[in-house]
């Protein structure tokens, strides 16, 4: 039987991240990927690193995604000397793009509720939005430039984790997931793979919108997929540094001269197929928010599986099994959150404390919202 210090169920951007760092601090560390490690959310996603919120549900997100982004240059350089590889990190920052009549009080909203978050926004004339990012639209009215933002090529980014683990000792397992994990009593021994256990004293679930079809662990992990369609352009004659971002679509430069489109978020179980409607939709707002994409040559279309969880925000930590913890449910914001998740759970492994608070983000607040729901029913 195999034995490990640490058993990591999915070979993702976060699995691949923990695994380094619990192997740069002596630990002996496998990953178990039911596939090729990297090949779900972590290859589909944008890599774009941004803390704002998406909406008022994820604003409790936000602490964590700043200490996250400020990781970013640091282990970005610790990842790419580890590997040898690029990362394509770009700290360029992003523009944000408003199109309504009615720009002002928007403008002031969205500045006052950044700076509220301790977040650096600057208000933008569109003639100064524009003289950043020609490619712009005449028809945006004001923008944000949100500075301390950027992207990172999410494929580079993984495949140099993995790689980066690998070379510090972590041991990979393509092609044999985790089916259960392996309990002796109320403690998680390791995990039950396809033909056979893994002994482990730390046990992490890591394995993405799929970590719920791991047998006992939707009550901790209660993950679907958000399915994304993207589209990746090309055109000679039009050059995009920041990310840009409307309400309709990002847009988001590579160091290779592709721009990225996205995304969708559309709940259709584990379909990964691209549609003619997502691709138009996507392809219409790239268009509206940068009319000189209308020449551009599609290089490429994909769809992917972010991990949603009922509330939209990551599941972290340890559970009442001792010695299982739960790294998963980052819906749209895996690879910003890659660095801090992985530092929390080494932390938590080797310290037994962490440096950010992560209760916010308990697998544990599920079963406590099923039991108050239980409570809260008539007689």
Known sequence: MKKFDAAIAGGGVIGGAIALELARAGLRVAIFDRQQPGQEASWASAGILSPAPESPGTIAMVPLGKA?????PQFVAEVEEASGKSTGFRPKGTIEALFSHDTKAELSTIIALRHG??????PLRAEDARELEPALSEEVEAAVLRPEEGSVDNRLLTAAILEAAQRSGAEIFAGNGAKAIWREGNRCGGLILQNEKVEAKWTIIAAGCFSAAIEGMAQYAPVKPA???????RTDDLKIER???SEKIYLVPRNDGRILAGATVEYAGFDKRTTAGGIEKILS???????GLANARIEETWAGLRPDSPDHLPILGPTDIDGLLMATGHFRSGILLTPITARLVREWITEQRVSVDWDRFSPMRFQSAAEGSVHRAPA
Do not use: R, T
């Open 285 to 291: 707002a790239a268009i509206d928010l940068a009319p």
């Open 227 to 233: 399915k994304g369609q993207m589209a990746a352009l």
């Open 117 to 122: 978050l301790g977040l650096k926004a600057e």
């Open 68 to 72: 996250s982004f400020a990781l970013y």
């Open 243 to 245: 990310v840009l971002w």
